[in-house]
């Protein structure tokens, strides 16, 4: 029996396919899971779920306006790239114009919320992180490896935000969330950068692992990173952020990134950065999920909640 030769056309992206990339969806709701987490970690006892509900949808709100701001202005760029050039900015399908309108409404409107429902520094963080990923990270991408570490400073202020709408202040803890996520992030984006190297090199960007010499150096950073998440991590502990249960999890966690990036460093091929890459994806719920849950100073344990040094008894 013949069969018909394969003539299937790939479905155009829907309207909702199209703002689902436009806001960077997936990115978007990561960015509220540290939020989440900064806010619960803050305060260990009744949560104000009002709040919390305002400040998640603020910041939904302006980590939207960072993404669609950045497409705006990556848009030659993103159309020379596989990876990105169906993008409804890069594709066409929506304008340069009216992204950039979109892009500033959802920031005013994210800023104002937090601003309104949550506080000032919160809002301030906010707008913080969006001048910082539209207005520095993006057009440095194309001038100098050294974005990936300012993207990682961006990526560290979500918890803070959370924090700061739940404590009305930046206390100890905060720091601590901020350094975890800003590490965690240099082998997750090493990774990414090492997969998809040739395809940044087409649309113009300078990554780390692009450049010449630059495949090695990106694999010992990430190397770096993933052995620095094991002491970060119990520093939440030791500071009464969370309890033994997330020093476990901290600690078998940061040590399997840790093996994932000596494999890669070892081989320096894209199946190794590929699994980096997954196992950092597994880490970082893996590890919010454990401070969520495990919140609080440890029975018997000198503890840091707030800033002030909270002593438990014991029997």
């Known amino acids: 029996m013949n069969f018909p030769a394969d003539i299937s056309v790939q479905k155009p992206p829907s309207r909702a396919d199209d703002w689902t990339a436009l806001v960077k969806a997936r990115l978007s709701l990561m960015v509220l899971a540290t939020t989440l987490v900064g806010f619960l970690v803050a305060v260990p006892g009744s949560v104000d ?52 309108v979109v892009g500033f409404a959802l920031g005013y409107a994210g800023c104002f919320m937090l601003a309104m429902r949550a506080n000032l520094l919160a809002c301030g963080l906010s707008a913080v ?28 202020i979500p918890p803070m935000i959370g924090w700061a709408a739940a404590s009305g202040g930046l206390q100890r803890g905060a720091w601590v969330l901020a350094v975890l996520l ?12 090492w997969r998809h190297r040739e395809d940044y090199e087409r649309g113009g960007f300078r990554m780390l692992p692009s450049v010449s010499g630059g495949e090695l150096i990106a694999a010992q ?10 002491p970060i991590g119990l520093m ?41 890459f997954l196992m950092s994806l597994v880490y970082l719920p893996v590890v919010l999920l454990a401070l969520a849950l ?16 909270v002593l438990q008894e014991t029997p």
């Open 294 to 309: 495990d919140r609080g100073p440890t029975s018997g344990m000198a503890g840091v909640r707030g800033g002030r040094t």
């Open 129 to 156: 992180t969006i001048v910082l990923y539209a207005g520095v990270y993006t057009p440095l991408k194309r001038v100098s490896t050294l974005n990936t570490v300012v993207g990682a400073v961006v990526g560290a």
């Open 221 to 230: 950073t990430s190397v770096l990173g993933s052995l620095l998440l094991v």
């Open 236 to 276: 939440a502990t030791l500071l009464g952020l969370a309890g033994l249960t997330s020093a476990v999890v901290c600690a078998l966690a940061g040590l399997a990134m840790t093996w994932f990036a000596v494999a890669h460093l070892r081989r320096l091929d894209r199946d190794t950065a590929r699994n980096l």
């Open 49 to 100: 779920w009002q709040r919390l509900l305002w400040t998640l949808g603020g910041t939904f709100l302006s980590a939207a306006a960072a993404a669609v701001l950045n497409q705006a202005i990556e848009v030659r760029h993103d159309a020379r790239m596989h990876r990105t050039a169906n993008r409804p900015v890069a594709a066409g399908r929506m304008s340069v114009t009216w992204a950039v």
């Open 182 to 193: 800003f590490t965690w992030q240099l082998p997750h984006f090493f990774a990414l950068a």
